[in-house]
């Protein structure tokens, strides 16, 4: 017998890097770190990755001078 189960499909943690720059605000690297549970170069090599897939990515400065820089989606491949 064969069980049929309604699961929402499962996230995976790019997706969450996905959802977190598409935010208005964006996400900064420790922000992305901690969602994903990454290192620093896995986050970093996660973006490149996303801009090679025809993502446009800004990296906006930080606000104070002791604040970190905000990255957000901004373009998407479906824009091109």
């Known amino acids: 017998m064969i069980k049929s189960t309604n699961h929402a499909p499962r996230e995976t943690k790019s997706g969450t890097v996905r959802k977190l720059l598409s935010r208005k605000t964006g996400a900064d690297l ?16 996660a973006l490149s990755t996303l801009r090679k897939a025809g993502y446009t990515i800004d990296r906006m400065p930080p606000k104070s001078g002791t604040g970190a820089a905000t990255y957000r989606i901004t373009g998407t491949p479906e824009d091109a």
Do not use: F, K, Y
């Open 30 to 45: 420790a922000a992305l770190q901690e969602a994903t549970g990454w290192q620093a170069h896995s986050v970093r090599a």
